[in-house]
């Protein structure tokens, strides 16, 4: 397989090319009520033990929640609940109440709100805030994770029924898992380079 490419590289400059990111409902419980702000920055950073990150703006009400009780939520949500994920990312939390957004739910922390509409919910533990020059990254401990049942096959979780919510950053629209090209940590076994 001959994998030479002719094509000439162009320099774009510094910014990032248009992606696909995972859409997340950071959820947090702040001065005793539910709060939900949407992003797009979220990544598991660890499997043993398994922790998180998100990355927030400093400016966020979610935030004063998560510092407030040291737990919070990462909500992915599916197609079906798009229309109050984006109300959550354009709705300032420190001039609307988006506690009734949701149906929410608490887990073993008993102060990290979930979103029932959210196909998978995820439980955490604060761990560490990173502060960076304009976001704060948030590191956190799964301490439990809630899936869906009809979005289950054989007790595990089937991407095809989750229909977890993508954004394409920057600027959007939000979309939904397209077609598989390959299977992970298979595709590439018999390739040899050269």
């Known amino acids: 397989?001959?994998?030479?490419?002719?094509?000439?590289?162009?320099?774009?400059g510094?910014?990032?090319?248009?992606?696909?990111?995972?859409?997340?409902?950071?959820?947090?419980?702040?001065?005793g009520r539910p709060n939900f702000c949407t992003v797009a920055w979220a990544t598991m950073i660890d499997d043993e033990p398994l922790k998180m990150a998100v990355v927030v703006g400093k400016d966020r009400k979610t935030l004063i929640g998560?510092?407030?009780?040291?737990?919070?939520?990462?909500?992915?949500?599916g197609a079906n609940a798009v229309v109050a994920t984006?109300?959550?990312?354009?709705?300032?939390?420190?001039?609307?109440?988006?506690?009734?957004?949701?149906?929410?739910?608490?887990?073993?922390?008993?102060t990290a709100p979930m979103a029932r509409e959210c196909r998978v919910n995820i439980e955490l533990t604060l761990d560490d805030i990173l502060e960076l020059e304009g976001t704060?990254?948030?590191i956190g401990n799964v301490e439990e994770v809630y899936v869906d049942e009809e979005c289950?096959?054989?007790?595990?979780?089937?991407?095809?029924?989750?229909?977890?919510?993508?954004?394409?950053?920057?600027g959007g629209p939000y979309f939904i898992k397209g077609r598989t090209?390959?299977?992970?940590?298979?595709a590439g076994q018999d390739y040899r380079p050269g």
């Open 152 to 170: 289950l096959k054989d007790g595990q979780p089937d991407p095809e029924k989750l229909e977890l919510l993508m954004y394409q950053s920057p």
């Open 86 to 110: 984006d109300y959550c990312g354009i709705r300032s939390g420190h001039k609307t109440d988006k506690s009734q957004v949701f149906d929410v739910f608490f887990g073993k922390t008993l």
């Open 66 to 77: 998560i510092k407030e009780n040291s737990t919070f939520s990462i909500n992915l949500p």
């Open 136 to 138: 704060d990254m948030i």
């Open 181 to 186: 090209v390959a299977e992970a940590f298979k």
């Open 14 to 31: 510094c910014k990032m090319p248009t992606m696909g990111l995972p859409v997340v409902l950071l959820g947090a419980k702040v001065q």
């Open 1 to 12: 397989m001959d994998l030479t490419i002719s094509m000439a590289k162009i320099p774009m």
